[in-house]
């Protein structure tokens, strides 16, 4: 007399379908919590509005190709142009790109204009017509 019975021989299959179903809940969370905005994107106040008496102009400067901030006329390196700025009393900018300045030349003037505690908004110029 035999009380337990014998397993079988063969292998019993594995079932798919709760695989399946594991797979699609993963699937739909990771959609749902994803940003689908691109992460390489640099967000940028491009508002010029501010407490100064109108009628007087916000000065621009402008990131050469090269990294160099070029304002009123003269060019130099971030820090320099960061310190004739707050020289002069100017606390506000609008900041321009050359049409062959490079990312990272923005993102190191932006960040020598705020250490300098010089609010720069970014002027976003049309492109040339031929």
């Known amino acids: 007399m035999q009380l337990v019975d014998q397993p ?8 798919l379908t709760p695989l399946i179903d594991v797979v699609f809940i993963l699937l739909v969370f990771f959609m749902l ?14 508002q010029t509005a501010t407490a100064r008496a109108p009628g007087d102009p916000v000065p621009t400067v402008t ?42 030349h923005l ?6 204009l705020d250490s300098a505690h010089i609010r720069a908004h970014w ?3 049309a492109p040339a017509t031929p």
């Open 63 to 104: 990131v050469e190709a090269d990294g160099q901030l070029r304002w009123q006329g003269t060019t130099g390196d971030p820090n320099a142009i960061a310190a004739r700025l707050r020289n002069a009393g100017i606390t506000e900018v609008n900041l321009a790109t050359a049409p062959e300045a490079r990312l990272t």
């Open 8 to 15: 079988p021989r063969r292998p019993l299959p594995i079932r």
């Open 107 to 112: 993102t190191g003037a932006l960040s020598q």
């Open 123 to 125: 002027q976003r110029r």
């Open 33 to 46: 919590t994803t940003r689908l905005l691109p992460v390489s994107t640099l967000a940028l106040d491009n």
